[in-house]
Nanobody, 125 residues
Framework: QVQLVESGGGLVQAGGSLRLSCAAS????????MGWFRQAPGKEHKFVAA????????TYENSVKARFTISRDNAKNTVYLRMNSLKPDDTAVYYC??????????????????WGQGTQVTVSS
């Protein structure tokens, strides 16, 4: 079983940047694609970004393209989400997730089998 722990959230002004980290531990042998989702207050989880096992392929939700960058360091079992030009609409709890699927087109929550506890990102205007 995989355990995921996110960190790096916080309060930032609009236009600022944050880098989220997701450290994986346990049995990661079957984990392929890693993803980030977010949940704003009163709303459902929404897909943000995904990265393939090798890191060569990425997918982004349209509203974060060109502002967010997902990356991974397999030697450290860690996935990152660099967020630039943050907007108040980016305010949400951000969750890291692990998938057994090999392609990054997996944007549904049901495609991911393990989740972290989430880290709060608040962007003030």
């Amino acid at each position: 079983q995989v355990q995921l722990v996110e960190s790096g959230g916080g309060l930032v002004q609009a236009g600022g940047s944050l880098r989220l980290s997701c450290a994986a531990s346990g049995d990661t042998s079957s984990t392929q694609t890693m993803g980030w989702f977010r949940q704003a207050p009163g709303k459902e989880h929404k897909f943000v970004a995904a990265i393939s096992a090798t890191g060569r392929t990425t997918t982004y939700e349209n509203s974060v393209k060109a502002r967010f960058t997902i990356s991974r360091d397999n030697a450290k079992n860690t996935v990152y989400l660099r967020m630039n030009s943050l907007k108040p609409d980016d305010t949400a709890v951000y969750y890291c997730a692990a998938s057994n699927y090999g392609d990054t087109s997996r944007t549904s929550r049901t495609d991911y089998y393990a989740w972290g506890q989430g880290t709060q990102v608040t962007v003030s205007s």
